[in-house]
């Protein structure tokens, strides 16, 4: 849907702004294994929370999102998915070890 997309100086995104979020929100993954920060598995899982409401909300026609916060969900569930892959890999890779 193109009103969903960011449009950028006249160039729609290809992808939705949620999406576009969640992009922006993996960006931080590496920022997590350079820096070793090991931060709670339940924050990943908590972080994700915000973009199901409004994603859940919207479908179930209580009310209606927005671009912008569509995509500050989506970064904020980008990172709590960004968390969790770092937490879970680490932790599969202390088993291994
Ligand atoms: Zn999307």
Sequence with gaps: M???????MGYT????????????????FPILLITGWNLPLWLGI???FPMIIDGWTQKKKYRM?????????????????????????GGIISFVE
Excluded at 2 to 8: A, G, Y
Excluded at 20 to 27: E, M, N, P, V, W
């Design 2 to 8: 193109k009103s969903r997309s960011l449009t950028i």
């Design 46 to 48: 908590l972080l994700n």
């Design 65 to 89: 999102s927005n671009n912008t916060l569509r995509f500050v969900t989506g970064i904020v569930c980008g990172f709590g998915q960004s968390i969790i892959i770092v937490g879970v890999s």
């Design 13 to 28: 995104l290809p992808l939705c702004a949620r999406c576009t979020g969640i992009l922006a929100g993996y960006l931080l």
